[in-house]
């Protein structure tokens, strides 16, 4: 695989993560469409980390993104929600 190739599916990846696709249809799209077009598939692993890599860029943008925008009021909401328990939310899923 060229690096040319190589770009091209980085890319790709970095497209379907942003449309929330799952690690595993990224893999079986990726797979078939190299397979498709007669290049040399990578191994595994190196497809593997590429993915989580993709995954882990795209959650650092997010992230930056609303760090960035969200008020420090709604910042504090957000932390008091994320620490309550599922007792306090009143989840009743497991009852």
């Known amino acids: 695989m060229d690096d040319g190739h190589e770009k091209r599916l980085v890319e790709a990846i970095d497209r379907q993560v942003a ?6 249809a990224i893999f079986l799209r990726r797979r078939r469409t190299l397979t498709t077009e007669k290049v040399v598939l990578p191994p595994y692993h190196w497809l593997q980390q590429t993915i989580l890599s993709a995954i882990l860029r795209f959650r650092i943008r997010q992230t930056r ?5 969200l008020s420090e009021e709604l910042a504090a ?4 929600l994320l620490d309550e328990t599922d007792e306090e939310a009143g989840d009743r ?3």
């Open 19 to 24: 449309a929330h696709d799952t690690p595993k």
């Open 65 to 69: 993104l609303i760090e960035k925008r």
């Open 77 to 80: 909401e957000l932390d008091a």
């Open 93 to 95: 899923r497991m009852a």
